[in-house]
């Protein structure tokens, strides 16, 4: 007989518990200098991140939609044009493109990768006229596979803008950092990603230094010079508090995603005895690295809402992600596209399980062991 445990999906004040001595001072310190948009905490922040990521230039801004919404305009994105992108994927993916009037294409997911492929791209693409841009989502943490992307990217000679906003330290399979590979990455810190800030925060990373100034200009209102505006940008900055937060945190990412390594075996190895109704993805190899924002596994046969309701009656926390791909959504009803199988099967079936790395192994062994129970 199983002891009842409370696990929840996230709790985030574990975590702070743990930093709240290095970070109040430094809270304290930006209250004492005043000093709140942009500015040397954010500098330190960008020098940081282009560090970690690989990359030349990195430019802070306020959120990871913002993120993508800068990268889309600094590649002259339009009404009108196309870019491809998943269906299966939070709101802000579509969101950005829609927002600049541009229609997304939508590309089905590998099954077991919940990521496009450079396959289901290549199909997106063949009824394409105005076709801009790719923006691939490294979902959950996992990396697309983006040498298979960038080299259709080169044949079509568009760009590609990496939706990395959960995948911050994923590795692709050659080694290189999510975000460093395409023309654009784009990185969220809300509170929930694996290097989350104390509210809304983003990053856009590139090595093209071109690119990386028209965005550091697009996200104070396109003024190169204070109050001398040659084109249109958006407010778009990251706050000094944010950036302190987040440099303190940078210091404890590589041991969290450890962390959430660790609890991530203890699933993969209950799971993998277990088939019952269960699907559980395929994870790639080293050198490629999963960072597991999310760990998510799929039921089958109607069974994903009981399973649950039964989760939630043993006190353990569990999400979708996502319910309603972007294709099925009230806004985007006007955008015909493929069927997308894959996705819409996915929305069904996935869950995702509490994965954060301040859980105990036995938490996590009583949150597989439940499943499993149920499932069997
Ligand atoms: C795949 C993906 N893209 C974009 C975003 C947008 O980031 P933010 O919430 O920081 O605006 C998120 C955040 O949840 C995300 O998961």
Redesign the pocket.
């Known amino acids: 007989m199983q002891t009842k445990t409370t696990v929840p999906l996230l709790d985030l004040k574990l975590q702070y518990e743990s930093l709240r001595n290095e970070v109040e001072p430094m809270l304290q310190e930006i209250c004492d200098s005043q000093y709140f948009a942009l500015g040397p905490k954010v500098v330190e922040l960008e020098k940081e991140i282009a560090n970690y990521v690989g990359v030349t230039r990195a430019i802070g801004c306020a ?4 993120a ?1 919404l800068l990268a889309l305009m600094s590649l002259d994105v339009k009404a009108g044009d196309e870019v491809i992108c998943p269906s299966y ?2 709101f ?2 579509g969101g950005a493109i829609r927002r600049l009037g541009a229609v997304p294409v939508w590309a089905d997911i590998d099954p077991v990768t919940y990521n496009i492929t450079p396959e289901s791209v290549k199909v997106a693409a063949q009824n394409c006229s105005r076709l801009k841009a790719i923006m691939p ?1 490294h ?1 959950y943490g996992q990396t697309v596979d983006m040498c298979g992307v960038l080299d259709l990217a080169s044949e079509l000679q568009i760009p590609v803008v990496e ?1 990395a ?2 995948a911050i330290g994923s590795k692709d399979t050659t080694g290189a950092m999510a975000g460093s590979r395409g023309n654009i990455g784009c990185f ?3 509170p929930t990603k694996n290097l989350g800030g104390f509210g ?3 990053m856009v990373t590139t090595n093209d230094d071109a690119l990386a100034d028209r965005i550091t200009k697009l996200r104070v209102h396109g003024g190169e010079r204070r109050y001398y505006h040659n084109e249109v940008g958006i407010n778009s900055r990251l706050d000094a508090l944010q950036a302190g937060v987040l440099l303190i945190k940078l210091q404890y990412l590589e041991a969290w995603h450890a962390g959430r390594e660790r609890n991530a075996a203890i699933y993969n190895e209950i799971f993998s005895a277990s088939e019952n109704c269960l699907v559980f993805p395929r994870f790639l190899q080293a050198p490629a690295r999963h960072i597991w924002n999310q760990y998510i596994i799929r039921v089958q046969g109607d069974r994903r809402d009981a399973l649950r309701d039964h989760l939630s009656e043993n006190g353990i926390g569990t999400d979708i992600y996502y319910p309603v791909p972007l294709h099925e959504q009230e806004c985007f009803a006007d955008i015909s596209g493929k069927p997308l199988p894959h996705t819409e099967q996915a929305a069904l079936e996935t869950v995702a399980l509490p994965i954060f790395p301040e859980l105990e192994s036995q938490q996590v062994e009583y949150v597989a062991n439940t499943i499993v129970d149920f499932l069997t």
Request: proline fraction near 0%; glycine fraction near 16%; charged fraction near 15%.
């Open positions: 959120s990871g939609s913002d993508l994927t939070f802000a993916t989502v979902l939706d906003a959960q969220s810190f809300y809304d925060g983003g």
